[in-house]
């Protein structure tokens, strides 16, 4: 694991790294991010340097088609490391988003790249606010910090809480050493079929009615979960169940982000 004071992004610099052949399994984190990204060219704010943006090489050899689940798997990793290192009540928004309180605490990027052999390789991108107090105006409303969370959670805030930090290189280890675990599970069998009930349990839409926004046409349903391929299972009005497959796809609650 690496750590640097800033780049510009560090999925970008994992890219950079994976063209001198850096090893599969190498963790790059900065303090912060010139130019953070989220998916489809959304910018992630990156300039807290409480905050942790770190990002994971990985050279896999299951089907490129398997990639996205990449995705779901860190994020049941990221889900269960801050339920166990701070109690809060953690919640995984399918696919790539993680929540507390109906608020976004982390980002999930994943990339897929070819390197000069034509292999294909991923780059897992987590961007966790830690212990970062105040966001940008855009951003007030719908996101949070795990600091913010456990602050308004603990019954003896009034001493300390100006000073009090979350240890960020010890949720980056425990992060390392349980997506490890995770990734093995996936692995062994090349889909989600052995973490699947862990990954619905964390999952904060389900059995609620969401809103799928898919670039082929709008539909709301109710989540039920998702399928040994990572799909989220959307029970329509009719009765039919749609597998939606994350790509272009975002999932809304009806009344808000979750
Ligand atoms: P989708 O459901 O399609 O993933 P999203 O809005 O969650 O949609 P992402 O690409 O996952 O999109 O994340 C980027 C978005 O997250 C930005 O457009 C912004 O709204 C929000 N955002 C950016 N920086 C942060 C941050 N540090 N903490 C919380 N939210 C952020």
Redesign the pocket.
């Known amino acids: 694991m690496i750590w640097l004071r800033e780049t510009d992004s560090t999925n970008e610099e994992i890219k950079r790294r994976a063209g001198e052949d850096a090893p599969d399994g190498l963790w790059v984190v900065a303090d912060r991010q010139t130019r953070g990204r ?3 060219g ?5 300039a807290n340097e409480g905050n942790l943006y770190m990002s994971l090489l990985l050279r896999p050899v299951f089907p490129k088609e398997s990639a996205s689940m990449v995705t779901l798997v860190m994020a049941l990793s990221v889900a269960s490391v801050i339920r166990e290192m701070t109690g809060l009540d953690a919640k995984i928004k399918w696919p ?2 993680i929540v507390i309180g109906g608020k ?1 605490v982390v ?1 999930i ?1 994943t990339e897929l790249a070819f390197d000069e052999q034509g292999s294909y390789y991923l780059v897992c991108g987590v ?1 966790i ?1 830690v212990n970062q107090r105040s ?1 940008p105006v ?2 007030t409303e ?2 949070t910090s795990l600091l913010t969370e456990y602050i308004s959670i603990t019954t003896e805030k009034a001493e300390g809480t100006e000073t009090a930090r979350i240890d960020r290189k010890q949720l980056a280890e425990c992060l390392r050493e349980r997506f490890k675990a995770d990734y093995a599970s996936f692995c062994k069998v090349g889909n989600m079929s052995e973490l699947k009930a862990s990954y619905e349990a964390l999952l904060a839409n389900k059995d609620a009615y969401v809103r799928v926004l898919d670039p082929k046409g709008e539909y709301e349903g109710i989540a039920l979960g998702i399928n040994n391929d990572g799909e989220l299972l959307v029970q329509k009005a009719e009765g039919c169940v749609e597998a939606v497959y994350a790509g272009e796809v ?2 809304r609650g009806i009344y808000g982000y979750v």
């Open positions: 989220g998916r489809r959304r910018s992630w704010e990156s790539n988003d976004k980002g990027l961007g606010n966001f855009e951003i719908t996101a975002s999932v």
